[in-house]
């Protein structure tokens, strides 16, 4: 469904070895994030935003971008100021494309793991928070989880449905609409424990 103002479809990048083992840093991994949230920026109004220094927020956007994953802003910037934008809205991987290059799989491994970090970090942040909210908002944000026994086919072809759905919403949604507020939304999908199979 195409509706006129709707956003574009996101722009998608699969991940390469090279721009895995670059973005498998905190910064990197902040920096990505806030030009995908807040767009484009400069380094000094991006290290204020993350709490950093202009020089090692610098260093690292030039790090970014030799991979392809930020690229400057060609309609900003004049003199030395150097605007900077996300060059993708969505990354993706999968695992086994770096089963061949340890250093690119510990690159993952970290990305994958700083991903349940900041998770860990939002879910405690909102518990801090929650009780600053609507009641309406208070029960449409949390957690819930399902158990079911499938082969892994399966679990790919639900996590494309539910991929799909997501990417169906944000596309439909308004940002200017009343009481819009920005959100972010974890997909995962996890093996049962041992005691548990």
């Known amino acids: 469904m195409d509706i006129e103002g709707s ?11 090279r721009q895995a083992r670059v973005l498998a840093h905190p910064l990197r991994m902040r920096l990505v994030g806030a030009l995908r949230v807040k767009g484009p920026s400069t380094a000094t109004a991006l290290a204020e935003m993350l709490g950093t220094n202009t020089g090692a927020t610098s260093y690292h956007l030039r790090q ?4 392809g994953l930020v690229v400057e802003d060609p309609d900003r910037g004049t003199g030395r100021q150097r605007w900077w934008q996300a060059a993708h809205d969505v990354t993706n991987w999968e695992p086994s494309d770096f089963d061949d290059d340890p250093d690119a799989r510990a690159a993952i491994d970290w990305i994958q793991g700083d991903q349940v970090r900041l998770l860990a970090q939002h879910a405690e942040q909102w518990f801090a928070t929650q009780h600053e909210w609507a009641p309406e908002w208070r029960d449409a944000f949390g957690m819930s ?18 991929w799909e759905l997501l990417e169906r919403h944000r596309s439909e949604a308004d940002p200017a609409e009343p009481g819009a507020e920005p959100v972010q939304i974890f997909l995962a999908t996890y093996p049962l424990p041992k005691e548990f199979r």
């Open 7 to 17: 956003r574009p479809e996101p722009r998608e990048v699969r991940l390469d070895h």
């Open 64 to 67: 970014l971008a030799e991979v």
């Open 145 to 162: 989880d399902s158990f079911m026994t499938v082969p892994a086919a399966r679990l790919t072809q639900i996590q494309a449905e539910v």
